[in-house]
């Protein structure tokens, strides 16, 4: 079996694939200052309610936008599934062109969305990544990831009016029904949801006219471009804009299972000596 982590800021996504099929996932919060011991327990919690074996793992991979919980992830790989987990990174085959100024800025999530997106929807995409931060990418046909949008995401912006404003509460992300709204509250709503509806549209909008310049020698036209929504926040959003073609909740974990079928050739299992070293190393003995 192979266990994905998909790390993001809030939340920790997991997924269990066995044979190229995925059995399970869950959703856990992000929290760095969890050991690799107590990331191990609760994980094999999960597998015991799901009756899995954590023997069965035979290999990690991680996606992480969150670069202090990597080290206790990786930690936990070894101690637990006796593996060296693969980190998307540099290095890292995905069948992609990187077409970004800086390739290696570009989140690990959003390669790992495009690679699972070019390859269950193919090109031109536009791909929203709706979570703690809202992100746009846009992919040719020929899986050329050129570029993209990061906004703040639905949840920051609501904790922004809450800690910035001296009387704005916290309130749900939900829909009031209406943008005429006769108290704070739903003013609220209002304006975090609709707003970010109106974003999405905008921002969509505009990138599929640019994505068909770019792409124009392909004979590609703006209603050629499909757009691809996931993240926690995705079929919220979906129900009140026109632009989502499909809202796909567990494309990042398809594309962790995608790329690691890409690198599992050079996959290289750690010894006991290697995990006390490991363990040492974490305690800080060494």
Known sequence: MLLAFDVGNTNIVLGVFKDGEMITNWRLE????????????????????????????????????????????????????N????????????????????PKQVGADRIVNAVAAHAKYGGPLIII????????????????????????????????????????????LEEPGHVICRNTINSMQSGLVYGHMGLVEFIVRRMKKELAEYCADDGVKEEDIKVI?????????????????????????????????????ARKHVTQEEIEKTDMLYDGKL
Do not use: W
């Open 30 to 81: 992000t929290d760095n200052r969890k050991s690799a011991d107590e990331y191990g327990m609760i994980i094999n919690q999960l597998f015991q309610y799901e009756n899995l074996d954590f023997a069965e793992v035979e290999d990690v991979i991680i996606a992480t936008v969150v670069p202090s919980i990597l080290y206790t992830l990786q930690h936990l790989s070894q101690k637990y599934f």
């Open 229 to 265: 929504a996931t993240g926690g926040l995705a079929t919220m959003i979906d129900q009140g804009v026109t632009c989502i073609d499909y809202v796909d909740k567990l494309l990042t974990l398809d594309g962790l299972e995608m790329i690691y079928r890409k690198n599992k050739k």
């Open 129 to 172: 990544d709706l979570g703690t931060a809202t992100t746009f990418c846009a992919l040719t046909p020929d899986a050329e990831y050129i570029g993209g949008t990061i906004a703040p995401g639905l949840k920051i912006s609501s904790d922004a009016l809450f800690e910035k404003t001296a009387k704005l509460p916290k309130v749900e």
């Open 83 to 102: 593996t060296r987990a693969i980190v998307i990174g540099p290095g890292i085959k995905t069948g992609l062109i990187v077409k970004y100024d800086n």
